[in-house]
């Protein structure tokens, strides 16, 4: 959902042709506050929970599969 509470977040992709794919959530100031790279085949569907909750405000999740990047907003908001 968006907003959320900065808890967690669901990552949902699908027709991922690459065996990996690579997670950045940035920060309204681009401090990268979460990474990761997950392993796929086919499509990412998982929860991933912060270990202290997200301040509230805007942040940028960057999803990189197949040589492509796509960025989605995500507002937290307590």
Do not use: Q
């Not at 912060?50 to 040589?67: H, I, N, Q, R």
Request: charged share 20%.
């Amino acid at each position: 959902p968006n907003p959320n509470t900065g808890d967690m977040v669901n990552l949902n992709i699908t027709d991922v042709k690459s065996d990996n794919v690579f997670v950045r959530i940035m920060d309204s100031m681009g401090r990268v506050v979460y990474t990761n790279r997950f392993t796929v085949d086919g499509s990412l569907n998982t929860l991933v929970t912060f270990s202290k909750p997200l301040a509230s405000g805007l942040y940028m999740v960057e999803l990189t599969a197949d040589g492509e990047v796509i960025t989605e907003r995500m507002m937290v908001s307590k």
